[in-house]
């Protein structure tokens, strides 16, 4: 959101609804400033993938919803994530969004010994897209979930 953290990309305009939750959450942390000042966010994979679906529309595909893109990116993802460690990024704990991408994370995690521990929070797209009028209470989880897994 370029109204939000101002930072514009030029010629990209879109809007997911699961970084209106993210920011909201990102919000009730204390703005931009102090999130982004305590915490780190990435993605396991930094590129992301269309696939062609039965219709024959390409549509977003996650490195966890096909073997064949999980085990052909693997190894860069590996790298990738090696590569963000050296950013200084404390190793105690990492909060995984979606349950799918932890079960294909803590794999990860348990052979690369990226993080110590994994917390598994919802996905920003499950909460908004099945239980939007839950969004506050996942957004206090959230904020729970980073305030006492931190001390």
């Excluded at 966010?41 to 696939?51: A, K, M, Q, R």
């Excluded at 595909?61 to 085990?71: E, P």
């Excluded at 990226?114 to 209470?137: D, G, T």
Aim: proline share 3%; aromatic share 16%.
């Amino acid at each position: 959101m370029t109204s939000v953290c101002g930072i514009p990309i030029e010629g990209v305009v879109t809007h997911k609804p699961s970084s209106v939750f993210m920011y909201d959450m990102i919000h009730a942390y204390g703005g931009v400033q102090k999130f982004y000042g305590d915490l780190y966010i990435s993605s396991v994979s930094p590129l992301g993938f269309v696939i062609k679906n039965r219709k024959g529309n390409w549509v977003n595909c996650n490195y966890y919803d096909d073997k064949y893109v999980y085990d052909l990116m693997y190894d860069f993802m590996v790298h990738s994530m090696q590569k963000q460690l050296t950013f200084g990024i404390n190793r105690d704990v990492a909060y995984v969004l979606g349950k799918k991408n932890a079960t294909f994370f803590q794999k990860i995690n348990q052979k690369e010994k990226f993080f110590e521990r994994l917390i598994v929070l919802e996905h920003p797209r499950y909460i908004i897209q099945y239980k939007p009028h839950e969004a506050s209470q996942y957004i206090a989880k959230y904020l729970k979930a980073f305030t006492t897994s931190t001390k």
